[in-house]
C-alpha cells in the first residue's frame, strides 16, 4: 500500500505549498481514500495537481474529525457527488451532502479497511490491515495515542501510525511500531525521531510511504 502526504506543515519539495493542516493520500486494497482535506481548498487543490493526484481516482474520503484544519479543503475534490464521505457522527459543519456517511462505532469502510469508531465523541482513525500488520491514520489523535491504538487492536496488531499525534508524549506505547510518521500538529517529532531513528520517517508534503 501507498500513502502520500498531500498537505502537512512542513514540505520537502519547493513546488508543494506547506500550510497548517493535514491531509493523506491512501491507496491499499485496490482502493484510493483521501483523509482529511487540509485547512483550503486552492492549496489542497494545487498540491494534488503538483502530485498528479486526478480526483477522478479517489473513490472516497474519509474526515478525521471536525476541526478546520481538516475539512477546509472539502470543496477542492471534484466528484465528491459519486464518493462516500466518512465522518464522525457527531460532526455539524459538513453539509448535507450525497453520499455523506456518519461513524459512530468501529465499521468496516471497504475490505481489509475500517474505522476505529469514534472515540471519545470527537475523532475517528483510519485502519488498514496488511499481512505485516495494521497501518493507523491518525487526524490529530485528540483522544490519545493510547485509545486509538487500542481501538485498532480490535482488526490485528498496529504496525505503523501515519498522522498528528498533538502533545503525545507516553513514548513507550508506540515502541512496538515498525514505522512512525508523526506529522502536522505533533509537538515532540524531535524527541521521537531520537527515541525511535529506525522507525521514525519524516513527514512533510510530498512524502511517500510504501508500506
Not at 491531509?23 to 481514500?33: F, M, N, Q, R
Not at 478525521?64 to 466528484?79: E, I, M, Q, Y
Not at 512496538?176 to 505533533?186: A, E, K, V
Request: aromatic share 6%; glycine share 10%.
Amino acid at each position: 500500500m501507498r500513502v502520500t502526504i498531500v498537505y502537512d506543515n512542513t514540505t520537502g519539495q519547493e513546488n508543494l505549498a506547506a500550510d497548517w493542516g493535514f491531509s493523506c493520500l491512501v491507496e491499499a486494497h485496490g482502493k484510493t481514500i483521501l483523509f482529511d482535506t487540509g485547512a483550503r481548498a486552492d492549496i489542497l487543490a494545487q498540491n494534488m495537481k503538483t502530485l498528479r493526484i486526478e480526483p477522478s481516482r479517489i473513490d472516497a474520503v474519509f474526515i478525521s474529525h471536525d476541526h478546520w484544519d481538516h475539512t477546509g479543503g472539502l470543496s477542492a475534490v471534484s466528484g465528491i457527488d459519486r464518493m462516500n464521505i466518512y465522518v464522525p457522527g457527531s460532526l455539524q459543519s459538513m453539509p448535507d451532502l450525497h453520499g455523506l456517511r456518519r461513524i459512530a462505532g468501529p465499521a468496516k469502510i471497504f475490505d481489509e479497511i475500517f474505522s476505529t469508531g469514534v472515540l471519545k465523541a470527537i475523532e475517528h482513525s483510519l485502519v488498514i490491515r496488511q499481512e505485516e500488520g495494521l497501518i493507523v491514520v491518525a487526524g490529530c489523535s485528540h483522544p490519545g495515542v493510547g485509545e486509538i491504538l487500542t481501538a485498532a487492536s480490535a482488526f490485528g496488531h498496529p504496525a505503523a501510525l501515519i498522522g498528528g499525534l498533538h502533545g503525545f508524549d507516553d513514548f513507550e506505547l508506540i515502541a512496538g511500531l515498525s514505522c512512525i510518521c508523526p506529522t502536522h500538529c505533533t509537538r515532540h517529532i524531535d524527541r521521537i525521531a531520537a527515541m525511535y531513528p529506525q522507525q521514525y520517517v519524516s513527514g512533510g508534503a510530498g512524502r511517500v510511504l510504501d508500506l
